[in-house]
């Protein structure tokens, strides 16, 4: 589903150039539960954006389902991203919608409409059904968390992304959030790719991926 | 579609201070727009209605012409023809300033008063002097002119024909046709001669039907000047007088228009820099809903939409606003008010062009906003 051939990632600046990705090649099949770990500054996110079709600029061939979106039109790209759940470390849910809210306002990008039971059910399945009209501010981490995966989760997309999920979380709030992650991938047909740097978090995804400057030192499946 | 409404006003109630107060510089604006339109019509209209059933002619002679033919139309062959409109079926009555009786006299300092408005009056109320009551011989009172201060003192002597005069008292009366400049007791009347005013070379028609004005007015100037001396000629000293206010007002007008274009251009200005700030601020918001698929064209539409909201609203209300404004202030100078919806309808057109101007840029600015912030 998700292949990399030799992609090579340089942020350019002025007067800096960082190699993030070097001749990465990586291929991850449908359904696929796989964690990518490495210290700080080895281009776990970097990789995470190339893959979630929010980062064009790169050297090599990415293919998500065969298919290259790098050139393709906003139209298009916006189609894709749609089949594309995304999970950030800080939760980013809009702060002035309550709950519900946040949940709508995806249905209806994605689907063009609100559709309600997705919406409840959405809630249902991470534990928050008494939460809908509570506001982000008034959620506890963990619950702010589950929120934005009921959020990345809906309309079943076919690749969920999460970048340092439990990065602002303790230890028992995060165990959580993994018990979660293995519910979703128990019930959905959906690729997982979680970024983290914890050795917890990563033993429970099927597959771990090390990063050392760019490069996969280490893949192992279990 | 209701869907993307809803998130459009919940992006102004964003920051409420915030819209309200942008809204309130488009309604100040557009505002003072309608009010200036409105007074200006209203009031151009209503001087350029006020003479529906009459029209003032006048002989306008040209510099080189002579004196005497001038002098001899004045008197007989004017008023020959003023009998001649006013006989006219389609003019109710002719308006004739009454010509008035006047003097010459010489004052203190040798100069002469040339044709001073007189009048014999015995009970003429002074303001300062005494009356003619209480004196006797040959005595006058005066007009209490006060740019003739200097001349015309309570004990000065003036001479006429001839004979002196002492000026026994002031008064600010100005007699019967109200133009009246000096008052001799009765009794003098036996040996001052006073001189019949010439006849006033312009008149006010009054025509039966203000339907037919401008052909009465037409046919009434044609009739004038029907066998009259080459150098002279008779014309319309209304239209002139209405053309010259028409003007006044057309400049007023578009001076106070220009200042309240200024206004809604700052209000436009204003709209641009608080969606800019707006779009900054929303940045990870705008980033979010990238993030979950939602196109540049939606952003920048959701975008545009909450300035136009902005603007419509408040622009409306700015209507609203002027025209009671002007409405008010017409009533109480009792003029009607005349304004035409067609203007509004186009000020809204201009004002939703200028919103719609001012949102693009900020609109846009959302657009551009990269999803990827939102991974670090
Ligand atoms: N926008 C950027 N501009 C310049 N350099 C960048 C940018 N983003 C990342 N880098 C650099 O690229 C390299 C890889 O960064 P990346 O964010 O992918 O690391 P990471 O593995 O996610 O680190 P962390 O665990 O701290 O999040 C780092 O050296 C970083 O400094
Ligand atoms: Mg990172």
Redesign the pocket.
């Known amino acids: 589903m998700i292949s990399l051939n030799g992609v090579d990632k340089t942020?350019r600046?002025r007067n800096?150039e960082?190699a993030?990705l070097r001749s990465l090649s990586l291929a991850v099949p449908q359904g696929q539960y796989l964690s990518v770990v490495?210290?700080?500054?080895?281009?776990?996110?970097?990789?995470m954006k190339i893959i979630g079709l929010l980062d064009f600029d790169y050297e090599g061939v990415y293919e998500l389902s065969g298919r290259s979106l790098r050139g393709v039109g906003d139209q298009a790209l916006s189609q894709a991203r749609r089949r594309i759940g995304y999970v950030f470390q800080d939760f980013q849910l809009v702060s002035r919608f309550t709950v519900r809210r946040n949940l709508e306002i995806a249905s209806v990008i994605r689907h063009g409409s609100v559709d309600a039971a997705q919406v409840a059910q959405g809630l249902e399945d991470v534990g928050l059904a008494d939460k809908a009209l509570s506001y982000p501010d008034e959620l506890s981490g963990g619950q702010k968390q589950r929120v934005a995966i009921a959020r990345a989760m809906l309309g079943g997309p076919d690749l969920l992304i999460a970048?340092?999920p439990t990065g602002a979380l303790d230890g028992a709030t995060a165990s959580a959030i993994l018990d979660l992650l293995a519910d979703i991938h128990q019930r959905h047909d959906c690729s997982i790719l979680v970024?983290t740097?914890d050795d917890e978090v990563a033993a429970a995804a099927e597959r771990t991926v090390e990063?050392v400057a760019?490069e996969v030192v280490r893949d192992v499946l279990r | 579609m209701t869907y993307f409404a809803k998130l459009c006003i919940e992006g102004l109630r964003y920051n409420k201070v915030r819209s309200f107060l942008t809204g309130l510089g488009v309604l100040v604006g557009v505002g003072s727009v309608v009010l200036i339109l409105a007074l200006t019509t209203s009031l151009s209209a209503h001087l350029g209605n006020q003479s529906t059933d009459r029209f003032t002619v006048g002989l306008s002679s040209s510099a080189e012409a002579n004196a005497d033919v001038v002098a001899a139309l004045a008197t007989a062959p004017m008023s020959a023809r003023v009998e001649a409109v006013r006989l006219r079926p389609d003019v109710s009555a002719v308006e004739v300033e009454t010509p008035g009786r006047t003097l010459s006299v010489t004052s203190p300092d040798g100069s002469t008063m040339a044709d001073l408005r007189c009048a014999f009056d015995d009970n003429v109320e002074v303001v300062e002097g005494r009356p003619f009551s209480e004196a006797t011989g040959n005595v006058a009172i005066m007009y209490a002119n006060p740019e003739f201060r200097e001349s015309t003192q309570v004990g000065s002597v003036i001479g006429i024909d001839g004979a002196a005069f002492t000026v026994i008292g002031l008064t600010q009366n100005l007699g019967p046709d109200g133009s009246t400049r000096l008052f001799l007791p009765q009794r003098a009347a036996e040996h001052v001669q006073l001189t019949e005013a010439q006849a006033s070379s312009s008149f006010t028609v009054i025509v039966r039907q203000p339907e037919d004005l401008a052909e009465t007015r037409a046919d009434v100037l044609a009739q004038l000047n029907d066998g009259i001396d080459a150098s002279l000629k008779f014309v319309d000293f209304s239209a002139e007088e209405g053309a010259m206010l028409e003007e006044m007002f057309q400049t007023l007008g578009l001076f106070l228009g220009l200042i309240a274009s200024i206004s809604l251009a700052v209000a436009a200005l204003n709209i641009v820099n608080v969606m800019y700030i707006s779009t900054l601020e929303r940045a990870d918001e705008i980033a979010i809903y990238r993030s979950l698929g939602m196109t540049r064209n939606h952003v920048r539409g959701l975008f545009l939409m909450e300035s136009l909201v902005v603007v419509t609203t408040f622009a409306l209300v700015g209507c609203v606003v002027g025209y009671l404004i002007a409405a008010v202030i017409l009533t109480l100078v009792k003029v009607p008010l005349a304004f035409g919806w067609t203007t509004i309808g186009l000020l809204l057109l201009v004002v939703l062009l200028v919103g719609a101007g001012g949102g693009l840029y900020p609109a846009n600015k959302a657009a551009g906003i990269d999803p990827v912030r939102l991974l670090?």
């Not at chain 1, 210290?39 to 990789?47: A, P, Q, T, V």
């Open positions: 942020y600046g800096f960082v993030a490495g210290k700080s500054g080895s281009g776990k996110s970097s990789l970048d340092e970024v740097h990063l760019g | 670090h």
